[in-house]
């Protein structure tokens, strides 16, 4: 087992990396997805992240077996698998954002707001490819910081934008279930950027780990 | 008698498998990187290149140089560390075997009015004092050389390195624990007739069945320390590995067991004293002046009435 990871360049490791860009590279599709479906209007397009949630699922318990047959020191392992966790959680989030969607019988107040989450689906899709940078970067050994830092700029200014989209919707009159699904849509759409950001924070301390 | 000898060597052996083998293999096998067989397997190629290439300095100053022997001091000596040894891993209080045997030694010789090489006793007294020293210094350095080389990397090509340089500070230790601690054991028996070829055969054997049959236990206790971070850990191992191997070539016994004490000594001073913790040292510091004396005096004291 350990010839082989030293000598034939960690089979076990390289599958794990190889599985976290994947899970990336689908969180990104998501968030694509998001925003293009909802720029356009297009509930069978949106349906599409239901699909990529199975994925991000799917790679997530990959993740968790290749760790668990001895991929990586013990130092890495809870943070790189935390790290999948976190990713995986942002993808449940946005299929959580579908649903909301897809269960909003009026368009009142996302027509009245349809900018500002068309805004915030913009800053995730950002945040998500910065987040693939940030890992590209770790694995290249480079400074993560300004990759980390911006992540952080979309997390915060998507919260501003939150705050605008709950001071517009009080002046729309709409029947409380329709209030509540919207507010659970927001809720669901900002969190995504929050699971961004603390998946950058795992990155940065993964960097650290060793040190 | 050299069968009574042999049986007290042997059971030496034995009990420095069981207690060593963590000192070698216990992180590689706590991180996943080596099965226990493999280890096993490792432990008893390298112990046995060991004591094929540097055992013999040892061997010679503890079987020639340090004290007059006969086989009535012989006896009495290795069967009093032998029961020393094994009575304090019963306890749960394990000792140093080297100083066990030193000072087992060195009483007998006292109450049987056998020579006592002043010089030699002192030397060995001093390498004690300054192999943890040296392992201090050593792992300092060794973590500096990480900390501006291998660190600077990507953490996963970081990871790899470590893992391949876990692997060698064990196979280093593994080399000591044949040079120098099983040297040792076997020394005093080399010197009374038995072919030193054979003598390094039976010794690694039985150690091997030690770590075979009684390893496991210590080594889970290792698991729990692994808290110490990789970086640390390997250079409290490393500089530990490196100390040994140079009073092994100096022809000194030293302590694998204190040299990894001071080792993390070190590692632990970098990151700030309070990391240290006191209990233990207290514990070490216990155990230092307990093993030599303990079996000193109870040589001492047989000698005499015997």
Known sequence: MFFKRVFFGGKLEKEVLDLIENHLEILINACETFKLAFEMDDTSLIRGICKLEDDGDRIRREIATRIYEGAFLPYLRPNIYRFSEVVDEAIDKLEDTVYDYLNLKSRKILDTVKGYILKIAELNLEASKHLFKAYKTLLEGKDLGEITTKIRFYEREIDSIKNMVKAEMRDVEVDIWEAITFVSLLEHIVSVSDLIEDAGDIIQIINVSLR | ?306
Not at chain 2, 285 to 305: D, E, M, N, Q
Request: include cysteine.
């Open chain 2, 1 to 306: 008698m050299i069968e009574a000898i042999l049986i007290a060597c042997v059971a030496i052996a034995f009990s420095i498998g069981s207690n060593d083998t963590s000192n070698a293999f216990g992180i590689c096998i706590g991180c996943g990187l080596l099965k226990f067989k493999t280890a096993l397997i490792l432990l008893l190629v390298f112990v046995l290149i060991g004591i094929s290439l540097q055992g013999y300095g040892v061997m010679r100053t503890v079987g020639k140089e340090l004290v007059g022997l006969n086989s009535k001091s012989l006896t009495l000596s290795l069967t009093v560390a032998t029961l020393v040894i094994l009575t304090s891993n019963w306890l749960r209080f394990p000792l140093s075997s080297h100083q066990v045997i030193i000072g087992s030694l060195v009483g007998s010789a006292l109450a049987l009015n056998l020579p006592i090489n002043i010089q030699t006793l002192t030397k060995v007294i001093v390498s004690w004092m300054t192999s943890p020293a040296t392992s201090f210094i050593l792992s300092i350095l060794t973590y500096r050389i990480l900390e501006k080389t291998l660190l600077r990397l990507s953490v996963f090509f970081t990871e790899r390195i470590l893992s391949t340089l876990l692997l060698l500070s064990a196979v280093i230790i593994a080399y000591n624990i044949g040079a120098n601690e099983l040297a040792t054991a076997m020394g005093a028996v080399v010197y009374s007739g038995l072919n030193p070829i054979h003598a390094g055969i039976i010794g690694s054997a039985f150690l091997f069945l030690g770590a075979l049959t009684l390893s496991h236990r210590v080594i889970g206790t290792v698991k729990g320390i692994s808290a110490l971070d990789v970086v640390s850990g390997f250079s409290a191992q490393f500089g530990a590995g490196l100390s040994v191997w140079i009073f092994t070539t100096l022809g000194m016994p030293v302590s694998t067991t204190y040299c990894i004490v001071g080792g993390i000594a070190g590692v632990g001073f970098l990151k700030g004293v309070e990391t240290v913790r006191v209990d233990l040292i207290e514990r070490i510091v216990l155990s230092w002046i307990l093993a030599p004396t303990s079996s000193f005096t109870i040589c001492l004291i047989l000698g005499k009435v015997i």
